[in-house]
C-alpha cells in the first residue's frame, strides 16, 4: 500500500528543525529529551509560518548565550 510522498515543504521544515537542535546536544549545551521537545515546538512554528528559518536560528544563539552566562 502506498500512501504517497510528505510535500517537499514538510521535509525542509522537519530537516531545519532537526539540525538547530542537533547542534545543541552534540555541543553538550542540550539534553536530547529537552532537543526532542524543541524540535517538535520549532517545527510546529516553522511550519505554521509563525517563526522563519533565520529567526529559529537566531533564537538557538541567544539561547546558548544565554545558557553560557547562566553557568558562569
Do not use: F
Not at 514538510?10 to 537542535?21: E, F, M, Q, S, W
Not at 529537552?34 to 517538535?40: F, G
Amino acid at each position: 500500500m502506498c500512501r504517497g510522498k510528505p510535500h517537499e515543504e514538510l521535509i525542509r521544515v522537519i530537516r531545519d528543525a532537526i539540525r538547530d537542535n542537533v547542534k545543541n546536544v552534540i555541543s553538550g549545551d542540550m539534553l536530547p529529551g529537552d532537543a526532542a521537545l524543541k524540535i517538535q515546538e520549532d517545527a510546529l512554528r516553522l511550519r505554521s509560518g509563525a517563526i522563519s528559518v533565520e529567526e529559529a536560528a537566531e533564537v538557538e544563539e541567544t539561547e546558548e548565550a544565554v545558557d553560557a552566562e547562566e553557568i558562569e
